[in-house]
């Protein structure tokens, strides 16, 4: 069972937590199914919003703090501010109450929430597919990463990362002719979250036959449910828990102040690594 040297030696309440983006959302999951979930828009607010949300949320569901038996919090990448905020309250509650905490990635998370709305809307289908989850990054760049579903279950494809989008997707295509080549293909392909910025791009790239993969764009965001999902699916494996101390958000870039900073220290040219 999951554990860290914490008092828990079975799990069966668990808070889950996201702040990585503009929208905030926790849930309380009971051995592996969510019996309680909220979602705010609270851009910049994450900081005031959190525990009052997750105070209410627990209060409807007849519970309390101290009835925790793990946390699970989305690691990013996303808003600087916002994935510390959730990884800070997530090391709190985990340290105070002397439970696991468990993070998982917040783009994962993203990626699965839109494969359980295509398994919904096509419950028949079982076809192989990829989901590439987008974040706004800004600079025409993302967060994005890849993930498979098929006969062989959930699997990662390309590791999370920031990337612009544009030149991205020339690599992304050789990936699925080398996948359909060997067999292992995807039938289709999913770009899901904030994809208001790429579309064109993504759809002049379908268009030109190089996805090689039937393509679909849609509007998405990050569920604690399925954050929840994930530390689940972690806890079922028999992994340990992350060190409380030691988890750190998982940023990928630079602050936007210290990009500020380095630009100044370099006379205003964009500073190595930045991108």
């Not at 009835?67 to 340290?95: C, E, M, N, Q």
């Not at 060997?182 to 030109?208: D, N, Y």
């Amino acid at each position: 069972m999951l554990r860290n040297g914490q008092r828990n030696e079975r799990i069966g309440k668990l808070l889950a937590i996201d702040t990585s983006t503009s929208v905030l959302t926790v849930a309380l999951s009971v051995d592996g199914k969510i019996v309680s979930e909220r979602s705010s828009q609270a851009e910049r607010n994450h900081s005031i919003k959190l525990l009052p949300e997750i105070d209410d949320m627990l209060k409807d569901a007849g519970a309390l703090p101290s009835d925790l038996d793990a946390v699970a919090v989305g690691t990013g990448p996303g808003s600087y501010t916002g994935v510390r905020i959730g990884v800070t309250v997530a090391k709190t509650f985990a340290w105070s109450l002397g439970i696991p905490v468990i993070g998982v990635s917040g783009l994962e998370a993203l990626a699965l929430g839109d494969a359980h709305t295509l398994e919904r809307e096509h419950p028949s289908s079982n076809a192989p597919r990829w989901y590439v989850p987008l974040l706004d990054a800004r600079r025409k760049q993302a967060f994005c990463a890849v993930f498979a579903s098929g006969p062989n279950g959930w699997q990662r494809v390309a590791e999370d990362g920031i990337r612009v989008v544009e030149n991205w997707l020339e690599p992304l295509g050789e990936l699925l002719a080398r996948s359909r080549e060997q067999g292992a293909g995807p039938e289709g392909i999913l770009f899901g979250g904030e994809t208001a910025g790429f579309r064109e791009t993504i759809l002049a790239w379908s268009e030109s036959g190089r996805g090689t993969a039937a393509t679909d764009i849609r509007d998405s965001g990050i569920s604690a449910a399925e954050i929840a999902e994930l530390a689940w699916r972690r806890i079922g494996s028999g992994a340990e828990a992350d060190d409380t101390h030691a988890l750190v958000p998982n940023y990928t870039q630079l602050a936007e102040a210290e990009v500020k900073l380095l630009q100044k220290e370099n006379g205003g040219g964009e500073p190595f690594g930045a991108s």
